[in-house]
């Protein structure tokens, strides 16, 4: 199979369906409020991963720290 090479051509722009639920919950945060997950049925981290790339596609800084065995705060540092 032969391919041909093109030079200066963008892709087509991607289909999204607007902000997840963490990017709204993000949203409404103001700098130095937080919220808590629960992680005791997700062992690997899921939650907090989605929840610091959603900030990231924001440009928000957010810090995480552990309250209990199952509980993880999130707070907005900027």
Do not use: M
């Given at each position: 199979m032969d391919f041909?090479?093109?030079?200066?051509?963008?892709?087509?722009?991607k289909?999204?369906?607007?902000?997840?639920?963490w990017?709204?919950?993000?949203?409404?945060l103001e700098?130095g409020?937080?919220?808590?997950?629960?992680?005791s049925?997700?062992p690997?981290?899921?939650q907090?991963?989605?929840?610091?790339?959603?900030?990231?596609?924001?440009g928000?800084?957010?810090?995480?720290?552990?309250?209990t065995?199952?509980?993880?705060?999130?707070?907005?540092?900027?």
């Open positions: 041909i090479i093109e030079k200066g051509v963008d892709l087509p722009k289909k999204t369906r607007g902000y997840g639920r990017q709204k919950l993000l949203l409404k700098l409020d937080s919220f808590v997950i629960d992680e049925n997700d690997r981290k899921h907090l991963v989605a929840i610091r790339n959603a900030a990231k596609s924001l928000i800084k957010v810090e995480s720290a552990r309250e065995e199952t509980k993880r705060r999130i707070k907005r540092v900027e």
